[in-house]
């Protein structure tokens, strides 16, 4: 029997990057993809099925993610299916508190989806935030705007984590911007006007949304950021940051994020 090339079998290839360290090349059935580095489970690329790259990377961004993790000790598992699939696990090798059970897939219309586990391995409660840091790739900073944030109360970081309350019906961006947004609803999309696109982030188990631009001063003393690179790239996380999360021995937290790209006007 013939297959189309939309209907043939998705795929998982183990290679290394520049820099000598593992990783996975996922690609769905239509040929979009994701490449996950077992160096700590960062998902560096995430693409199309024309080859669109959706996620920011700075062009000075060297060697710095390497360290991301170095605290763990690193397992991973892939799954060849339709979800193209992979299992990370990353364990606490210094104090044995928890284990964090990261799984990332690839849908069959190429949405990216990340569910976190983290279990309390110890023998007394343990705390602690978590967020995705999504780095979107956009056209033009000015160009893009955020829905799904509307009316909510959100802490300040570049105003000592003072409290505001959101008043426009979308945010959009004309200085720079570090705002954790609380008790969000489970959508919020980011409309990029230039390249006609949408990215709709749902997620589970995670109240807040971090939103983040350093614009041209903050760029500009960054090391690892290119100068002119802020006008490309949008940072929204979902998270939970206001009330970490507490578990008991023994206990388990799950959350999940999906994040999708859809044409727009």
Avoid at 80 to 99: A, K, Q, R, T
Wanted: with cysteine; charged share 30%.
């Amino acid at each position: 029997m013939n297959h189309s090339g939309t209907e043939r079998a998705a795929a998982v290839e183990v290679t290394k990057d520049k820099f000598g360290v593992d990783q996975v090349l996922l690609r769905n059935p239509r040929r979009a993809s994701v490449r996950v580095s077992l160096h700590g489970g960062q998902i560096r690329s995430w693409r199309t099925e024309r080859g669109e790259e959706l996620l920011f990377t700075s062009s000075k961004c060297e060697e710095e993610f390497l360290y991301a993790f170095h605290r763990y000790i690193l397992q991973c598992l892939c799954d060849n299916s339709l979800l193209s699939g992979l299992d990370v696990w990353l364990i606490d090798g210094f104090y044995c508190l928890f284990e964090f059970r990261l799984r990332v897939a690839l849908t069959v219309e190429g949405n990216l989806t990340m569910i976190s586990r983290i279990r309390n391995i110890d023998c007394k409660p343990f705390s602690f935030s978590i967020a995705y840091h999504t780095y979107f790739s956009i056209s033009d900073i000015s160009e893009v705007r955020i829905e799904g944030l509307e009316t909510l109360d959100y802490l300040d970081n570049l105003c000592q984590r003072e409290r505001f309350t959101e008043q426009g019906d979308a945010l959009t961006f004309e200085s720079e911007v570090d705002r954790v947004y609380l008790s969000s609803s489970d959508a919020v999309a980011v409309f990029d006007h230039k390249k006609k696109r949408t990215f709709v982030i749902k997620k589970e188990g995670l109240p807040d949304v971090v939103v983040w631009n350093p614009w041209e001063k903050n760029a500009k003393s960054l090391v690892d950021f290119g100068e002119e690179e802020y006008k490309q790239m949008l940072c929204v996380d979902g998270a939970a940051i206001e009330k970490p999360i507490t578990l008991k021995p023994g206990e388990e937290w799950k959350g999940q994020l999906e994040l999708a790209v859809v044409p727009s006007s």
